[in-house]
């Protein structure tokens, strides 16, 4: 069902005048995301006409865009992902594991996205497989999928990465070991090593110059200065949160349903859009209880702003996946992991191709609904044929 507000509203009604005011100044991937979502489900992307096979009921559907920053598109994307992640569960507890940067941190990744986010990827999971192969904590290899997410509640630039991880993992001597029921590795002995692996490779970055600086910032291109910005930062406890394990795979992947293809903010969280601006739902994360659902009014050009900081580059991927849950090495290790938990192994895939999805039901008797026509981008679909005149003649004589 459609939201009574949608982000694409509000991106139809102000984005051109937000284009043309800061025209020069976006990128052509953000200018690609508005158009994308401004045009979802509208005829400029073309669409199908559908026929209730019992009724005849008839109604026009309208394509998605399908990019991963529009709010509409992603309850499909998210359906089949966790389809396909389904099969890579195994029967133990699991554990929850953000990373978060400090904000001295995030301001130099809102301007070096690419090279900064890949290196939060890499610290964080370099972080988590390190401390769980030390014999002195858990002592075995564990799998990792990780999740990038840019954003707080307000849509503030907030990096940091979300990790679902089993609690246990294979030993070097090819044994199973679980980690204790509630507890995984030390979160102060992780923070402390993401902390070095970080910054260290953070000064590689900028000494190769790969690092760039623009507005307040700029003088951090110098070394002297960009070592005395982070000066405070090496001091700093490094957040690193572990909830406790989830109750079993189904609510892995429920929880994973809701982490994986989130975006900026979604369109159950919008209250109003007029002349005052946007105003939506948010938490702060500063106070408890019931106070911590708040509301917020933001003009509608920052409103706009705070979604577009948090549009990725592109080809960048958010979600990966390390250690036994690594690309090629996933299926074996997987088998591998099962087989020592003696739990039967996952089913294999069918040879034949699935049935065809047999489409949504009818509004009006639940019948089946299947496409009858379809149509190009900006263009609509035909009316039905006109009944000739004599056929309308004869509908109108008593005789």
Same mark, same amino acid.
């Given at each position: ?16 005048? @937000? ?7 976006? *990128? ?13 489900? +509208? ?9 209730? *096979? ?11 865009? #399908?990019? !991963?920053?529009?709010? #509409? ?43 900064? @986010? ?22 075995? !290899?564990?799998?990792? +999928? ?6 707080? *509640? ?31 590795? $030390? ?12 910054? +260290? &490779? ?7 110059? #790969? ?9 951090? *291109? %110098?070394?002297?200065?960009?070592? !005395? ?11 690193? =949160?572990?909830?406790? /394990? ?8 429920? =929880?994973?349903?809701?982490? +994986? ?23 702060? =994360?500063?106070?408890?209880?019931? %106070? !911590? ?12 702003? #705070? ?5 990725? $580059?592109?080809?960048?991927? &958010?979600?990966?996946? =390390? ?23 996952? /089913? ?9 999805? $047999? ?25 039905? /044929? ?14």
């Amino acid at each position: 069902m459609r939201a009574a507000l949608e982000v694409a509203d509000i991106f139809r009604a102000a984005g051109p005048a @937000y284009r043309s005011a800061h025209a020069g100044h976006l *990128s052509l991937d953000q200018l690609k995301v508005m158009s994308a979502i401004e045009t979802c489900r +509208t005829a400029a992307l073309g669409g199908h006409v559908e026929a209730c *096979s019992d009724c005849g009921h008839q109604r026009i559907a309208y394509n998605s865009c #399908r990019n !991963r920053h529009c709010p #509409r598109c992603q309850g499909a994307a998210a359906r089949a992902w966790l389809e396909a992640q389904e099969a890579n569960l195994l029967p133990v507890g699991y554990f929850h594991v953000v990373f978060t940067l400090p904000a001295e941190i995030a301001h130099i990744a809102f301007h070096n996205k690419t090279v900064v @986010y890949n290196l939060l990827f890499k610290a964080a999971s370099e972080t988590m497989l390190t401390i769980a192969a030390d014999p002195k904590h858990l002592g075995a !290899r564990i799998g990792i +999928t990780a999740v990038l997410h840019t954003w707080g *509640s307000a849509m503030t630039h907030h990096p940091h990465i979300h990790m679902i991880v089993p609690g246990g993992g294979i030993t070097p001597d090819g044994r199973w070991i679980s980690s204790r029921p509630a507890f995984l590795l $030390p979160v102060r002995v992780l923070g402390a090593l993401f902390r070095r692996l970080f910054l +260290t &490779r953070l000064l590689e970055l900028h000494n190769a110059g #790969r690092l760039a600086f623009f507005g307040k910032v700029a003088g951090l *291109s %110098d070394r002297r200065a960009f070592l !005395r910005h982070l000066a405070p930062v090496r001091k700093k406890r490094w957040v690193v =949160y572990a909830k406790a /394990p989830f109750a079993g795979p189904e609510a892995v992947l429920a =929880y994973l349903s809701r982490y +994986t293809h989130r975006v900026a903010i979604s369109n159950s969280r919008l209250i109003a859009f007029d002349q005052t601006g946007v105003t939506f739902h948010y938490k702060d =994360y500063r106070r408890t209880g019931a %106070d !911590r659902q708040q509301v917020m009014n933001l003009a509608v050009d920052e409103f706009i702003r #705070r979604f577009l900081v948090h549009v990725l $580059p592109r080809g960048f991927h &958010r979600i990966r996946h =390390y250690g036994m849950l690594a690309g090629s090495s996933r299926k074996g290790c997987l088998a591998h992991a099962r087989e020592l938990l003696e739990v039967a192994p996952a /089913p294999e895939e069918p040879a034949c191709e699935e049935p065809a999805d $047999p489409g949504p039901s009818c509004p009006c008797c639940g019948g089946t609904m299947v496409i009858i026509e379809t149509f190009a981008p900006w263009r609509q679909p035909r009316a039905p /044929p006109a009944a000739p005149a004599s056929n309308r003649e004869n509908a109108h004589d008593p005789a």
